[in-house]
């Protein structure tokens, strides 16, 4: 078990270090193009952030751990509402722009609720086991282009948020050989990475008589988070609230329509232990989430409320170890 745990966490190790010089070599390689830092943050960095949750489902589907991939997208998205969100708000309360509350958290509660309606077949219309099929994932990259299609253009809408950023953290561009190495080099360390943390996932969970989906409720979605919750908590210490809340809401979104969307193209995901109890706690979070911003805290996240989502975090940690099977 010992090794299977060091194994673990080198894995995930090589997994955060190819996610960042993926970040930096692709970033580089989209400023040679011209695109201005905020499309860069908006597409590219966020999608990179989510590329621990991207490869470790695809190689957790191809491995046949269908409901590891789905249980570490809905723990994953599960944590960044609940404890990045409310970490960040109690380190200082985050404002929310109206724009946000009628545009970017709907679409995120929308996610959440297609997931949910796709993971309820067995219900809805009698299938023997709940299973995200190939339509299933078709379908799911379809609500992705609709979401860059609208992120796009209300980018274009609003010009001033375009503007270039002359700041210290403006992104820099690197000699293309140097933008390149990262980009390939941050590709094969998660490939490597991703294989070395899926397999010893699988094999601490069979040790510890955990299912796979548990393994991905937990421990991987916690894991696989990181960069969101490195990002998240230093911008809201350095009070760029924006970055934080903008990180959490465009890796929720992209976590659910494309990387579940891509892996169950792939290949067929059965649920698994994931059960109808964690979609819908997933839909409740993000429910939660919509109303704190918009009603309770007068648009903005306040530390009380950030306490409440850790509080409900570990509730819900709570009861996934009083379900442990015996």
Do not use: H
Request: charged fraction near 10%; hydrophobic fraction near 55%.
């Amino acid at each position: 078990m010992l090794l299977d745990i060091v194994l673990l966490i080198t894995g995930l190790a090589l997994i955060l270090a190819g996610a960042n010089y993926m970040t930096d070599g692709a970033t580089s390689l989209a400023k040679r193009m011209g695109l201005s830092d905020f499309i860069i943050g908006l597409t590219i960095v966020s999608m990179m952030t989510s590329a621990p949750e991207l490869m470790v489902s695809i190689t957790g589907a191809l491995s046949a751990s269908g409901q590891m991939a789905i249980g570490n997208i809905v723990g994953s998205n599960i944590f960044n509402i609940l404890v990045i969100v409310g970490l960040c708000a109690i380190i200082r309360p985050i404002p929310v722009g109206r724009g946000i509350l009628t545009g970017e958290i709907p679409l995120v509660l929308l996610s959440s609720v297609v997931l949910l309606v796709m993971g309820s077949s067995v219900w809805l219309d009698g299938a023997q086991d709940m299973i995200l099929t190939r339509v299933d994932g078709i379908l799911l990259l379809i609500f992705f282009i609709i979401f860059m299609r609208y992120t796009l253009n209300s980018a274009r809408k609003n010009p001033e948020t375009t503007t270039e950023d002359n700041s210290e953290t403006a992104i820099k561009i690197k000699p293309l050989w140097k933008a390149l190495t990262l980009l390939l080099g941050g590709l094969a360390a998660l490939v490597i990475g991703g294989e070395m943390f899926v397999g010893n996932a699988s094999s601490l969970a069979r040790e510890l008589g955990w299912s796979e989906g548990l393994i991905g409720l937990t421990i991987l979605a916690a894991g696989t988070s990181l960069p969101e919750l490195a990002t998240s908590a230093v911008a809201a210490y350095k009070g760029s609230s924006g970055i934080a809340l903008g990180n959490v809401i465009g890796s929720n979104i992209f976590n659910i329509f494309f990387v579940l969307g891509c892996t169950s193209t792939i290949t067929q995901l059965p649920f698994g232990t994931i059960n109808i109890v964690d979609l819908l706690f997933l839909t409740f979070t993000t429910l939660v989430f919509w109303a704190m911003g918009w009603w309770w805290g007068n648009r903005r996240f306040t530390r009380l409320e950030g306490v409440i989502l850790v509080l409900l975090y570990i509730a819900y940690m709570t009861y996934l170890y009083a379900n442990l099977p015996a």
